[in-house]
Structures are given as C-alpha cells and as structure tokens.
C-alpha cells in the first residue's frame, strides 16, 4: 500500500489488493487523520466500487466515486465524525 501526502490531501493507492483489504487499509488510515480531512483513494478491485462505498456509508463517512472505469476506480472519502 502507498500512502502520500501533497498540498491536494492524502493519497491511498490500493490497487493489487482484494476485497477486503481495501476497506481495511482505508479504514487505517482514515483513522489517523482529523476529522474533515480528504483521502484520495486508488483501487482496482472489482469489489471495491461496492465495498468502499459501504464502508464509507456504515462508518459515517463521506464519499464520492470520481472515477469508475472498471476494474479501477478512484474515491475522494472525507473523514466524518466517530460513529457513536
């Protein structure tokens, strides 16, 4: 897993792992970081395109699929607040 960090946010590139590693890792890394802060997401897991949005929806969340060319796909996933 590559993670970086540049003046657009953090990028997250998942591609060559499988469901659910994806979900995980994000999960990961989602958590190290405040609350608001943007995380770029590079898959290409097939499984992905659903399982991250789940993720996302079940942990609160947000994102939005910017790119969705099967098998890959990109995510922009905004840190929402803790699940109560």
Do not use: W
């Not at 999960?27 to 996302?56: K, M, N, S, W």
Request: proline residues 10%; contains cysteine.
């Amino acid at each position: 897993m590559a993670e970086s960090q540049d003046s657009a946010g953090k990028t997250l590139d998942l591609r060559g792992y499988r469901c659910p590693v994806p979900a995980i890792r994000l999960g990961a890394a989602l958590r190290r970081l405040p609350e608001g802060a943007q995380v770029t997401v590079f898959a290409d897991d097939p499984i992905a395109a659903v399982d991250i949005p789940h993720f996302c929806r079940e942990a609160g969340h947000g994102f939005a699929q910017i790119k969705a060319d099967p098998p890959n796909c990109v995510f922009l996933v905004t840190r929402g607040a803790k699940p109560a």
